[in-house]
């Protein structure tokens, strides 16, 4: 039992490349969701979904897509990286509200 | 968006003192959560609060969740060195929506 993956772990991009990052669960868990942080502040919302084939925004979605084809995988998409978009991006998965979400170990992500 | 004030920013203490962190928003929410996070790892829940005025324990660990539903604090009671890491306080609303505070950093000297 694996819990929640990301890969990859690091990642150098130059600015306006794309990317994809892959998250992966083995719980079965309905919800995932998508993080990014940043020195000196929490983590913030970027996307999440509440299902297979469904997906919402969080707190900042802008420059980012998601896709949730299958229930154990939620990918997080860059389509044309930034700069400012250099963070450590996690990912998390749950049961359900208000379950505990379990977090993935991160990807650190650098955009020059 | 709405923030949350996690205070104090760091914490250098000596092994066996007790630890009082705490976190303050403007907005309610229906849910807090205190999570710790090591180097190189996501974040670990600690505990979880559902109910304005509840009290839970998680062995040395106490948090409350505050009678307006905008704050909360963690209590570690006698640290030890393995307490060292970031305790992060989150608040849920009544979606999936979450915030988290910005983290205060714990340290343990021997």
């Known amino acids: 039992n694996a819990g929640v993956t990301q890969t990859p772990k690091f990642r150098v991009l130059k600015t306006g490349q794309s990317m994809t990052l892959l998250c992966a669960q083995d719980?079965?868990?309905?919800?995932m969701y998508w993080y990014r942080q940043d020195p000196g502040m929490g983590l913030r919302l970027i996307h999440y979904?509440?299902?297979?084939?469904?997906?919402a925004k969080g707190e900042v979605p802008d420059g980012y897509n998601v896709s949730r084809l299958k229930k154990q995988n939620f990918l997080l998409g860059l389509e044309s990286a930034a700069p400012s978009q250099t963070s450590v991006y996690f990912c998390?998965?749950?049961?359900?509200?208000?379950?505990?979400?379990?977090f993935g170990p991160g990807t650190r992500l650098t955009v020059l | 968006g709405q923030q949350l004030n996690q205070s104090p920013q760091s914490m250098f203490i000596q092994e066996g003192e007790d630890v009082s962190m705490n976190c303050t928003s403007s907005?309610?929410?229906?849910?807090w959560l205190w999570y710790k996070q090591e180097p190189g790892e996501g974040p670990v829940l600690l505990i979880a609060?559902?109910?304005?005025?509840e009290l839970t324990s998680n062995g040395r660990l106490t948090a409350q969740f505050g009678i307006t539903r905008k704050d909360s604090f963690l209590n570690i009671s006698a640290s030890i060195p393995s307490d060292v890491g970031i305790y992060f306080c989150?608040?849920?609303?009544?979606?999936?929506?979450?915030?988290f505070g910005a983290g205060t950093r714990l340290t343990v000297k021997p």
């Open positions: 907005s309610i929410f229906n849910t």
């Open positions: 609060l559902y109910k304005a005025g």
């Open positions: 989150a608040g849920r609303f009544n979606n999936n929506d979450m915030r």
């Open positions: 998390a998965s749950s049961s359900g509200t208000p379950n505990e979400q379990f």
């Open positions: 719980m079965n868990h309905e919800y």
């Open positions: 979904s509440v299902g297979e084939g469904t997906t």
